[in-house]
């Protein structure tokens, strides 16, 4: 399998605080691949970097082969990069089939080109459509993002994301303040995502990260102590020592 994304040496201080030393991981085609580690690991730091809001001080990305780390944020959006955020980026007013349109359309180029426009837009419909049905969010998408629950909403944004059709898609902490019901639905949702989309997947809840991830990276002190399986992570002797102790006892 190719690495969709390849982070190298990465390193990064806010003043004398070393937030990330030397991080090295790769993202492979379509894999989900979870980042955890304590408060203050540098797992969001990672993201900023990775998105290009943050630059390293040391290290490098390689996106689909290419060096990125001179691309801007919205570059790397157009280039298939999409990222959600701990807080809800819906437009509460609108409908939940409008803000998922919005997304479709703008992945369909619908609005910027005349040349069939009536296609594209019946094209960016149709998966607005497909991703409501196959969400199991048992809506119509009629309904305003405001009258639905917070879990919904966090639904909603996945599937703003998924409109985009990314080839990366990194997700900050979607489960963070769902039920678990909600939360394993979002999971589901993550885990059917079009095989050709990477998933990078925050979370603090151990269960969840392994349940959903086929492979994942553990950061601790800003350094990775383990990359792998979810099988190989819950066997390595540092990750248990420093993070994990309570996978002893699961
Ligand atoms: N802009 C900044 N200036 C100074 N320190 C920062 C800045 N951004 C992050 N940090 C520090 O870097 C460390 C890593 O933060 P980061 O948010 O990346 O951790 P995290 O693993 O995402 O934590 P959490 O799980 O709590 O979200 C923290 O100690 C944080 O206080």
């Known amino acids: 399998m190719s690495a969709v994304l390849e982070v190298s040496g990465v390193s990064k201080r806010f003043g004398a605080f070393r937030a990330l030393t030397d991080v090295t991981f790769d993202v492979r085609e379509g894999e989900t691949l979870g980042l955890i580690g304590p408060n ?8 900023n970097i990775i998105t290009g809001f943050l630059r390293p001080d040391a290290g490098g990305l390689h996106y689909g082969g290419e ?21 809800s980026m819906v437009f509460p007013e609108l409908t939940v089939r409008e803000n998922i349109a919005m997304a479709a359309r703008q992945r369909a180029g ?14 960016a419909e149709a998966r607005v459509h497909q991703l409501i049905g196959d969400s199991g969010l048992r809506r119509s998408g009629g309904e305003r993002m405001s009258d639905l629950s917070y879990g919904e909403q966090r639904i909603v944004d996945l599937l703003i994301s998924l409109a985009l059709e990314p080839r990366l898609l990194l ?16 999971l589901q949702i993550v885990r059917h995502h079009d095989a050709r989309t990477s998933v990078v997947l925050i979370a603090h809840d151990i ?44």
């Open 40 to 47: 203050g690991a540098g797992k969001t730091t990672l993201f």
């Open 67 to 87: 060096a990125i780390d001179h691309l801007s944020p919205e570059r790397r959006v157009s280039r298939g990069m999409v990222r959600t955020f701990q807080k």
């Open 110 to 123: 619908v609005g910027l080109r005349w040349g069939g426009a009536q296609r594209r837009l019946g094209a």
């Open 171 to 186: 997700l900050d902490e979607p489960t963070a303040g769902l039920a678990q019901e909600e939360a394993e639905r979002l």
């Open 207 to 250: 269960d969840i990260v392994f349940g959903a991830c086929d492979r994942i990276a553990v950061l601790n002190l800003g350094q990775v102590l383990c990359c792998g399986t979810p099988e190989v992570v819950r066997a390595d002797a540092s990750v248990r020592a420093a993070y994990l102790g309570a996978l002893a006892d699961s």
